[in-house]
């Protein structure tokens, strides 16, 4: 069950959490990246893992851009037509 996080402690810890997620699909380049399960944020951050989850799943939202879930059937079909590790 979702679990009510407040402003203040979303804001100061969104940058932080979402740095550690492993949430994102694509890496920068060179850089080595495992994300963090939510246990291993939380325990970082000196957050619970519910707050960590929370925490995530709001900034996912934010930061994934609205034409992503208004046109996910077309980006879904075009990266079908990609070459394996092209862009």
């Given amino acids: 069950m979702p679990r009510f996080v407040s402003m ?13 997620t492993n949430v994102r699909q694509r890496y920068d380049p060179g ?4 994300g963090l399960t939510d246990e291993e944020i ?9 707050d960590a989850a929370e925490i995530r799943c709001i900034a ?12 996910a059937e077309g980006i879904k079909e075009e990266r079908f037509k990609r070459l394996p590790g092209k862009k």
């Fill in 8 to 20: 203040n402690l979303y804001e100061r810890y969104r940058d932080a959490v979402w740095d550690l």
């Fill in 31 to 34: 850089r080595k990246h495992r």
């Fill in 42 to 50: 939380a325990a970082k951050l000196g957050l619970t893992a519910e």
């Fill in 60 to 71: 996912e939202i934010e930061k994934t851009p609205l034409e992503a879930y208004l046109d």
